[in-house]
């Protein structure tokens, strides 16, 4: 089911909880699917950033191991519509801990068939558009102290000419830059803050609450994942433990402010 949110110069449209598209002034901001370089427009990575392979698809926690496949497990499942109105809509997944869920990249590109983790959780995510501005908020509720990182996965649209520029932290880094990075993505760490200088259209910026890291992703010319991340998992070598990871609080909030400049 298709939802949208829509004001006097904006235009969102979300399917079953993905940012499928963000126009302003009749100008396309997110990656359409079916073009080249990937096959979605957003996604959350949850409870796990990255790939596991070399970690045997294990992450260790006080409760016991539990098996994740790249990303975590957040992905296999469906959200539930909460609320919606005009200008907000909510959604919401649950998990019950141990819960075998079945893995989408088996058996094509993994070896493990089923996921699981060993807390409970809810997730919720919710858009709110205002004139010039999508602001997509994040909250996670499970036991204190259950180990989790948090990525969220969005794509833009861009012009194919390779040409964008990507700034943070007073540094300039191209699409040159970011498809060098390969799969390992672009890190773009301690910054709550983004630029992302269009070719063909307004500027894009992107401010953050909670995650304090990006990483930068592309294959292709006309898309780029700028991806708000709370770790930087290359980093780790895919040793995922709860000493790389972060405790929650009962409750945790994350943000993400996508605004077109004028």
């Known amino acids: 089911m298709m939802i949208h949110l829509k004001n006097n110069k904006s ?9 499928v598209s963000y126009m302003v002034d009749d100008m396309e901001y997110i990656h359409q699917k ?8 957003d996604d959350e990575m ?11 698809f294990i992450v260790h926690t006080k409760h016991g191991d539990a098996v994740q496949d790249q990303h975590g497990l957040l992905r296999e499942l469906s959200y539930d519509l909460i609320s919606e ?15 075998w869920i079945k893995n989408s990249k088996f058996p094509s590109k993994s070896t493990q068939e089923f996921l699981f983790w060993p807390f409970d959780f809810v997730f919720e995510k919710k858009f709110t558009l ?48 970011v498809l060098n990075a390969g799969a390992n993505a672009y890190p773009v760490l301690e910054s709550d803050e983004i630029l992302l200088i269009n070719y063909n259209k307004k500027n894009l910026q992107i401010n953050t609450k909670g995650f304090h890291n990006f990483m ?5 010319n006309n898309m780029i994942c700028i991806e708000p991340i ?17 405790l929650s609080k009962g409750k945790n909030y994350f943000s993400v402010e996508i605004k077109i400049l004028e």
């Open 11 to 19: 235009k969102v449209t979300i399917d079953e909880g993905e940012l």
């Open 34 to 41: 079916g073009n080249k370089g990937w096959r979605k427009s």
């Open 46 to 56: 949850f409870p796990v950033i990255g790939p596991t392979v070399k970690n045997d």
């Open 85 to 99: 109105s005009e200008n907000q809509v909510k959604f919401q997944k649950n998990y019950t801990k141990n819960t």
């Open 130 to 177: 205002y004139n010039n501005v999508l602001v997509i908020d994040f909250m996670i509720q499970s036991e204190a102290g259950m180990p989790f990182m948090l990525g969220y996965h969005p794509a833009f649209l861009l012009s194919d000419t390779g040409e964008e520029i990507i700034i943070s932290n007073q540094q300039k880094i191209t699409l040159k830059d």
């Open 216 to 220: 930068l992703w592309t294959e292709v």
């Open 230 to 246: 709370t770790q930087y998992t290359s980093f780790t070598n895919q040793q995922f433990s709860e000493e790389n990871m972060l």
